[in-house]
């Protein structure tokens, strides 16, 4: 919760206006659904508390990506929504204990 609550306010900060949260059905769980321009934008995001395991990047594999981008189709239906075009983008945060909160944003992957 806290690391999409960093993501929401970094993108949001950065011009994206922030459309639905934890969007969930049977074929999974949508972080943050936003749009950016005509785009809409769903962003996966990935916390870790230290680098020990890897950046909060790297956890994101190729089948998480190929299911967001079924997702979002699913509630593009859902939501009878018809925008110019659908991206898939992942923000990673390292919130390290009572240490500094470093966010990266990925525009477009998968």
């Not at 395991?53 to 509630?75: C, M, N, T, V």
Request: charged share 30%; aromatic share 4%.
């Amino acid at each position: 919760q806290r690391g999409e609550t960093i993501a929401a306010r970094h993108l949001t900060q950065r011009g994206m206006v922030l459309l639905d949260r934890n969007w969930r059905c049977e074929v999974g769980e949508i972080d943050l659904v936003l749009r950016d321009g005509q785009v809409l934008v769903i962003c996966e995001v990935k916390t870790r508390t230290s680098t020990d395991y890897g950046s909060p990047l790297e956890a994101i594999s190729q089948a998480k990506a190929d299911r967001l981008k079924r997702l979002a189709f699913r509630w593009l239906r859902v939501h009878d929504c018809h925008p110019d075009d659908v991206r898939v983008d992942m923000v990673g945060v390292l919130a390290p204990p009572g240490g500094a909160v470093e966010v990266e944003h990925v525009a477009g992957i998968g």
